[in-house]
T-cell receptor, first 113, second 116 residues
């Protein structure tokens, strides 16, 4: 699975949009981009995933560049409860590695009042 | 979304004893579950993949005789840390794939193990 690069930490004001970038320049054509987050001392929480089209759900939006070498997770109106470590993971869907997730160091997002 | 539970949420044990951690999928059947370990201020590291009715697949460097995994049913996987030592103290997290969903993997709340 392709490796990802994320900033170590980011800050965001409450109520503003949080834009978390992720570089995955070696992504393959059959690899998806997944985002999870982990609030302190809890298990990771699935946020969103996509292949090449932009995606939106009730939690966030995922913008993937046309060349698929980078993506941005957008939390449109960050709240204090969004403070967490955000992980960008690239993974093949299906096959022998089905389900296997490789976590990097992630981005520590701190939302402040 | 799908719900995965873990029991216990925390446990303290003495060095040399064994500890069993349970992972359950509450509202779906999971043929595949995963076990991760997370040390303080570090990321999650996959330990093993647990498949219902067959032997677990361990990641490189993980001792299969020390970390026993049993996936006896479609809703339960157990991780037993045998002869635990202080260096085994960690946050253990399981996850399960919900076959009804589009590749989503749901995580349990984690189990904090402290070995004294």
């Amino acid at each position: 699975d392709a490796k990802t690069t994320q900033p170590t930490s980011m800050d965001c004001a409450e109520g503003r949009a949080a834009n978390l970038p992720c570089n995955h320049s070696t992504i393959s054509g059959n690899e998806y981009v997944y985002w999870y987050r982990q609030i302190h001392s809890q298990g990771p929480q699935y946020i969103i995933h996509g292949l090449k089209n932009n995606e939106t759900n009730e939690m966030a939006s995922l913008i993937i560049t046309e060349d698929r070498k980078s993506s941005t997770l957008i939390l449109p109106h960050a709240t204090l409860r969004d403070t967490a470590v955000y992980y960008c993971i690239v993974r093949v869907g299906g096959g022998t590695s089905y389900g296997k997730l490789t976590f990097g160091q992630g981005t520590i997002l701190t939302v402040h009042p | 979304g799908a719900v995965v539970s873990q029991h216990p949420s925390w446990v303290i044990c003495k060095s040399g004893t064994s500890v069993k951690i349970e992972c359950r999928s509450l509202d779906f059947q999971a043929t595949t579950m995963f076990w991760y370990r997370q040390f303080p201020k570090q990321s999650l590291m996959l330990m093993a993949t647990s498949n219902e009715g067959s032997k677990a697949t361990y990641e490189q460097g993980v001792e299969k005789d020390k970390f026993l995994i049993n996936h006896a049913s479609l809703t339960l996987s157990t991780l037993t840390v045998t002869s635990a030592h202080p260096e085994d103290s960690s946050f253990y997290i399981c996850s399960a794939h919900d076959p009804r969903g589009p590749y989503e993997q749901y995580f349990g709340p984690g189990t904090r193990l402290t070995v004294t």
